[in-house]
């Protein structure tokens, strides 16, 4: 039996084959490769789907969140608060900067931020709350828009997702390939409310310059690639439909009684899907028989940051963010893209309610 992969980038990218080659072929003639016609179409096609003013294209979402938190003055002696149950970039880039990161819970049913626990740790040094918008479901901006900190949208897995990158003064993304909005490499972008903040970005990822001659800040090299750009602008316009196709698979998810076996991710407008996240203390046994029938499953965060080796200086120990950590033991991803077919669907959901039917009969 054919096996069933946990994304299927391909998939997507596939019936654009004709259009990609094309266009990349047109880079290729022009000779234009940095910062070229592509990048400054692609930022702004990017900023009217996002509805901000601008947004500034870089090499990847790691260094997007470094850009804006750089631009911000952050740095040593400052704090930023963070989510532990999220990819390890997002604090990398605060401790990148000499700041220090401070994590706090999460809410157990949204898997993001969770605002009382965030307030709880507001000290007089915050001068950052970096909310994720885990799994493409939106943050709660507006309970920590309250809480009058600067806040820099994680919007990494959440491109397109309600409600997110007009709340904060910024909010960075990634076009890594497994994303909703996806490159054919690497690549990353950053949405402004704020134009000044903006201005900073772009000369900050061109080593501080405007112009090549002189040089206002410390800065770096991290651009948005011009074939990359090209693809982008290829797979943009289509961005809205894939979201609506993700949201119906995570429907037909609950409609075949997945939930009947494990607990399933609650939708809530908005939420665009980038990872179908179920949960289960019977996690390890469930993906068993997903492995047996050939069916790709992931687990994400299982160590979460705070319990992470390169962050162990911020003196952290298990126990201490308790829903991250049953988040961590116990979630786990079943296969879902734009256009995952339903009868891939029913074949998981087949084999998991199978395995769960015999671990509660034995």
């Not at 299927?8 to 094309?22: F, G, I, M, S, T």
């Not at 704090?79 to 401790?95: G, N, R």
């Not at 507006?142 to 709340?167: K, M, N």
Request: charged letters at 20%.
């Amino acid at each position: 039996m054919k096996k069933i992969p946990l994304v299927d980038v391909k998939a997507q990218y596939a019936p654009l084959l004709q259009e990609l080659r094309e266009r990349i072929s047109d880079v290729l003639d022009s000779g234009e490769f940095i910062l070229g016609p592509n990048v400054k179409a692609f930022e702004r096609e990017a900023a009217a789907f996002l509805g901000v003013p601008q947004t500034v294209g870089v090499a990847n979402g790691t260094d997007a969140l470094v850009l804006v938190l750089d631009a911000l003055g952050i740095g040593p002696g400052d704090e930023v608060i963070c989510p532990a149950f999220t990819f390890y970039a997002t604090a990398e880039s605060i401790a990148r900067r000499g700041a220090t990161p401070v994590f706090a819970d999460i809410d157990a049913a949204t898997l993001n931020l969770d605002p009382a626990d965030v307030a709880a740790r507001v000290t007089g040094r915050t001068r950052a709350i970096i909310p994720v918008h885990l799994f493409g479901r939106p943050a709660p901006l507006a309970e920590l828009a309250e809480l009058g900190v600067t806040i820099v949208e994680d919007a990494a897995q959440a491109f397109g997702a309600g409600g997110t990158a007009t709340t904060g003064v910024a909010s960075t993304y990634s076009f890594y390939p497994t994303k909703n909005l996806f490159g054919i490499g690497d690549g990353g972008l950053v949405a402004f409310t704020d134009e000044e903040l903006a201005e900073r970005v772009r000369m900050l990822r061109f080593h501080g310059s405007r112009d090549k001659v002189d040089f206002q800040f410390i800065g770096y090299n991290s651009r948005l690639d011009e074939i990359q750009a090209a693809a982008l602008r290829v797979f943009l316009p289509r961005l809205t439909g894939w979201n609506a196709s993700r949201r119906e698979a995570a429907a037909r998810y609950a409609e075949l009684g997945l939930g009947e076996a494990c607990e399933l991710p609650e939708d809530e407008p908005g939420h665009v899907y980038h990872l179908f996240v179920s949960r289960s203390p019977e996690r390890e046994r469930l993906r068993a028989a997903l492995a047996d029938a050939g069916i790709a499953s992931g687990v994400y965060y299982e160590t979460p940051l705070h319990l992470q080796p390169a962050l162990r200086y911020l003196g952290y120990e298990p126990g201490s963010l308790p829903e991250t950590e049953r988040a961590a033991a116990e979630n786990f991803s079943v296969p879902l893209w734009a256009g995952v077919p339903p009868d891939v669907q029913e074949r998981v959901v087949a084999v998991i309610r199978e395995a769960a039917s015999v671990g509660v009969s034995s």
